[in-house]
């Protein structure tokens, strides 16, 4: 019956980013990709923070925008990628994978930071956005749902969920 009430429950909670949050993505997404065609024209070297925030904004949008993620992803050099400070864009990549193949463990294993000052609200963002729309997802799909399916969609323990 718990199950029950709490599908019952995501069911009618519909949460997604504000307009506002959106509005800001967008917002960093121009002035990032920006700052990239400038760097590379510039300079020709583009900042691996730069290429950071620029993928989790990407990943962040609402829908995630997966498609210039993986774009990005590409166009990064890979002495980038390999090197040392790539780390975190190799993390960041895991948590757009992981949501491009739709392995939900995946996504909320990487999700798990730590992240970068400049990443970090980003991925708060992106976490908790993407958590509230597989409760949504959930929601919409099931009508009963064993307990350990619900927290292996939602990226948590039984007793959290």
């Given at each position: 019956k718990l199950i029950n009430c709490l599908i019952h429950f995501y069911k009618r909670f519909n949460p997604s980013l504000s307009s506002k949050m959106v509005e800001d993505l967008k917002e960093m997404v121009t002035r990032l990709e920006q700052q990239?065609?400038?760097?590379?024209?510039?300079s020709g070297t583009v900042p691996v923070s730069v290429y950071c925030e620029?993928?989790?904004c990407y990943l962040a949008m609402d829908p995630p925008d997966l498609?210039?993620?993986?774009?990005?992803?590409?166009?990064?050099?890979?002495?980038?990628?390999q090197g040392e400070e790539g780390a975190e864009?190799?993390?960041?990549?895991?948590?757009?994978?992981?949501?491009?193949?739709?392995?939900?463990?995946?996504?909320?294993?990487?999700?798990?930071?730590?992240?970068?000052?400049?990443?970090?609200?980003i991925m708060a963002r992106l976490s908790q956005g993407f958590r509230d729309s597989q409760k949504r997802l959930v929601g919409e799909a099931y009508s009963t749902i064993k307990l350990g399916?619900?927290?292996?969609?939602l990226g948590m323990g039984e007793a959290e969920a």
């Open positions: 990239e065609l400038d760097c590379q024209t510039g620029l993928l989790a498609t210039q993620a993986k774009y990005l992803m590409q166009r990064i050099p890979a002495t980038v990628k864009l190799t993390k960041l990549w895991a948590v757009g994978r992981g949501m491009w193949t739709r392995d939900n463990p995946a996504v909320f294993a990487a999700l798990a930071g730590p992240w970068s000052s400049g990443v970090e609200q399916d619900m927290a292996l969609y």
